[in-house]
């Protein structure tokens, strides 16, 4: 469990700057069986993304955060239109 973490923690810490964009996972290619169960559909994801922090979405770079945060991603949205 140790080395996963360690993966992942290494996964959260890269920088856009120093991946090739050309090397990096486009989502729209992933496929997920629906008819599997969600821990086979996310390891499955995992996988084939290979960074879930980090991946193309078409010619975009996506690099994602989470906040060490009670809320739901709903309640963020909300916090945001609320302010802007």
Do not use: W
């Not at 080395?3 to 496929?31: F, R, W």
């Not at 078409?58 to 609320?82: C, H, L, P, Q, R």
């Amino acid at each position: 469990m140790e080395n996963i973490t360690a993966k992942l923690n290494n996964m959260k810490n890269a920088v856009i700057d120093d991946n090739n964009a050309a090397e990096l996972v486009d989502i729209n290619s992933i496929v997920i069986d629906e008819n599997s169960d969600m821990k086979s559909k996310v390891l499955k994801y995992i996988e084939d993304v290979k960074n879930p922090y980090l991946f193309k979405v078409g010619d975009t770079i996506v690099k994602i955060n989470f906040s060490d945060s009670d809320k739901t991603i709903n309640e963020k949205i909300a916090e945001m239109v609320i302010r802007y």
